[in-house]
């Protein structure tokens, strides 16, 4: 079965960096994507990583080492819009569907 | 503008109903998705569907039923056989050997029992 483990609330000032952290135990898995969602809003896509290594996206990064089972999402200037619920979430293998983390729920202070 | 939609945004059933929610998406999408969430928890999969007339359950798909007669649409029907079934309901869709995983979802519905 997968598990993706995240932490469930991170808090962070305006302005500065944040990183989200997503571990995982799993048989194995196509890439891991990151999805935003807003209070009662729909999960949008941020990003994904099919292979190691960091993607980069605007203010938004994600990396992933398969080796070591963990991947991060990198937040840089942080904005109060940024205030919102980030999951992880995997493709294992043989499906076409996604199995989603538990969440983190970042919450950005003036 | 093309897009998923669900309907209706806030739903209330009485125990022992059978509702039906709407998911219709215009993307031309061949996968869809039924995922529920519950307070400050994340998405469970229901129900999928990769083509027309084809759909597999998902993690949670007891108390569930879906149909696929369209590609563009994926109702779910919450049945009386489903225990608890107050949640936020999303729909997603998804297109055939994308290069990422991405999952476009609709905007939700609440479903309350009273």
């Known amino acids: 079965g997968q598990s993706l483990e995240q932490p469930s609330e991170v808090t962070a000032v305006e302005g500065a960096i944040v990183q989200i952290n997503c571990t995982y135990q799993?048989?194995?898995?196509?890439?891991l994507s990151w999805y935003q969602q807003h209070d009662g809003g729909a999960p949008t896509f941020l990003s994904y990583?099919?292979?190691?290594g960091l993607e980069e996206t605007g203010r938004f990064s994600s990396f992933l080492s398969r080796s070591d089972s963990y991947g991060y999402l990198l937040l840089q200037e942080l904005q109060m819009k940024d205030s919102a619920s980030y999951f992880c979430?995997?493709?294992?293998?043989?499906?076409?569907?996604?199995?989603f983390g538990t969440g983190t729920r970042l919450t950005v202070i003036p | 503008d093309g897009g998923i939609t669900q309907s209706p945004k806030y739903l209330f059933r009485k125990e022992g109903q059978n509702v039906t929610l709407s998911c219709e998406q215009n993307?031309?999408?061949?996968?869809m998705y039924w995922y529920r969430q519950d307070p400050g928890q994340g998405l469970r999969l229901i129900y999928y569907?990769?083509?027309?007339?084809?759909?597999q359950k998902g993690d949670i798909a007891e108390g569930y039923s879906v149909s696929r007669e369209k590609k563009e649409s994926f109702p779910l029907t919450v049945t009386s056989a489903q225990k608890n079934p107050t949640a936020f309901y999303l729909c997603?869709?998804?297109?055939?050997?994308?290069?990422?995983?991405?999952?476009?979802f609709g905007p939700g519905t609440r479903l309350t029992v009273l």
């Open positions: 979430a995997v493709r294992p293998p043989g499906a076409n569907n996604l199995f």
């Open positions: 993307l031309n999408h061949d996968a």
């Open positions: 990583n099919a292979l190691d």
């Open positions: 997603a869709s998804k297109t055939q050997g994308a290069a990422t995983d991405t999952q476009y």
């Open positions: 569907s990769q083509i027309v007339n084809d759909f």
């Open positions: 799993t048989s194995g898995f196509y890439g």
